[in-house]
T-cell receptor
């Protein structure tokens, strides 16, 4: 079974500081994709960053980067220079067959001024 | 392109009534997905289409649920004889199958269903 676990229901960070959100997953697949999605309050889900499992290099998108540890099945998201607009639910997601996507339960991040 | 759109954004219905939601994907996307999201949880996969063919259905999709994508463009999700447990946000997403980025799904704003 493919599962995604986010062990931090809520986190907070001061504006301009760095925060890391954790995600682990379980799969027997070798080729798959991992994602972090952001869902701001009352707004739609948007893709933050994507990582292909066959790539060893960690993905980065401006202030967002991941630490992908394939052997440990870990996929954490680091947000640098946190901004008030980063306040949102963050979902880790896993897709292995391009058919469906499995999501974690989410981490509610609050950026404090 | 304006992205994935869903209609209505909110629906309140009485238990036992039927409801239908619509999703318009990004125009060039051939795959369309439906998810259900309950409060405090991540989205759960319900079903997906490639063009007009419904290729997979989750066991979460009971026989009261039916989805269609008749012309491979927009899709509808119907829930018959609604129950209070059906109250949730119903999310639609679309993607372009094949090639780099094909695993990337773009989500709509969702339809929030409340069954009273």
């Amino acid at each position: 079974a493919q599962t995604v676990t986010q062990s931090q229901p809520e986190m907070s960070v001061q504006e301009a500081e760095t925060v890391t959100l954790s995600c682990t997953y379980d799969t027997s697949e070798n080729n798959y994709y991992l994602f972090w999605y952001k869902q701001p309050p009352s707004r739609q889900m948007i893709l933050v960053i994507r990582q292909e499992a066959y790539k060893q290099q960690n993905a980065t998108e401006n202030r967002f980067s991941v630490n992908f540890q394939k052997a440990a099945k870990s996929f954490s998201l680091k947000i640098s220079d946190s901004q008030l607009g980063d306040t949102a639910m963050y979902f880790c997601a896993f897709s292995w067959n391009n058919n469906d996507m499995r999501f974690g339960a989410g981490t509610r991040l609050t950026v404090k001024p | 392109d304006t992205g994935v759109s869903q209609d209505p954004r909110h629906k309140i219905t009485k238990r036992g009534q039927n409801v239908t939601f619509r999703c318009d994907p990004i125009s060039e996307h051939n795959r369309l997905y439906w998810y259900r999201q309950t409060l405090g949880q991540g989205p759960e996969f319900l079903t997906y289409f490639q063009n007009e063919a419904q290729l997979e259905k989750s066991r979460l999709l009971s026989d009261r649920f039916s989805a269609e994508r008749p012309k491979g463009s927009f899709s509808t999700l119907e829930i018959q004889r609604t129950e209070q447990g059906d109250s949730a946000m119903y999310l639609c997403a679309s993607s372009l199958a094949g090639g780099l980025g094909s695993y990337e799904q773009y989500f709509g704003p969702g339809t929030r269903l409340t069954v009273t």
